[in-house]
T-cell receptor, first 110, second 112 residues
């Protein structure tokens, strides 16, 4: 079965600082990988998805970027964080019977 | 683009009561997923529905997809405190790469 590791669990960063969130997947090869964001009291918004190494599709224009340097590694980054980047970030991958999600990173930009 | 609307947005029920959460799509559903989320945690997969009229159950939770494949309902029988959380429906868009789009979620509170 697939397992997703996501870290850190919580992060408090000042405005203007850089960001790097990492996600790794075990138990599968060549997975589709996704980054979602959940703002307070709202549903999940798809930010990026990747179907292979170096292949990134952006769903919404924003202050964030994603990279996939290895088959089972997905990274979410920002050069300068904004207050509006605060939220709960989830990494996901799809499996035969559904999508599997990581435990999430709660980012607070102060 | 496909949009999912969930109702109600929040729900408070007495322990032991039944409840239903609805998910309506602006387009035909080709794969409908139900997830549960505890606050500040990841998503737990509940069920996936694909065929019109399909119904699946797991313990006290039943999910249905209507014949026209544009609406799904999640029904909980004899609710318990462990059922509390946020319920999210998600759907695969009809074409292109697999990428789940979600409804805004339904926050369920169970009062003892």
């Amino acid at each position: 079965s697939q397992t997703i590791h996501q870290w850190p669990a919580t992060l408090v960063q000042p405005v203007g600082s850089p960001l790097s969130l990492e996600c790794t997947v075990e138990g599968t090869s060549n997975p589709n990988l996704y980054w979602y964001r959940q703002a307070a009291g709202r549903g999940l918004q798809l930010l990026f998805y990747s179907v292979g190494i170096g292949q990134i599709s952006s769903e919404v224009p924003q202050n964030l970027s994603a990279s996939r340097p290895q088959d089972r590694q997905f990274i979410l980054s920002s050069k300068k964080l904004l207050l509006s980047d605060s939220g709960f970030y989830l990494c996901a991958t799809n499996a035969l019977y559904g999508y599997t999600f990581g435990s999430g990173t709660r980012l607070t930009v102060v | 683009s496909q949009e999912l609307e969930q109702s109600p947005q929040s729900l408070i029920v007495q322990e032991g009561k039944n409840l239903t959460i609805n998910c309506t799509s602006s387009k035909t559903l080709y794969g409908l997923y139900w997830y549960k989320q505890k606050y500040g945690e990841g998503l737990i997969f509940l069920m996936m529905l694909q065929k019109g009229g399909e119904e699946k159950s797991h313990e006290k939770i039943t999910a249905k997809l209507d014949e026209k494949k544009q609406q799904s309902s999640l029904h909980i029988t004899a609710s318990q405190p462990s059922h509390a959380g946020i319920y999210l429906c998600g759907a695969d868009p009809p074409q292109g790469a697999q990428k789940l789009v979600f409804g805004q979620g339904t926050r369920l509170t169970i009062n003892p």
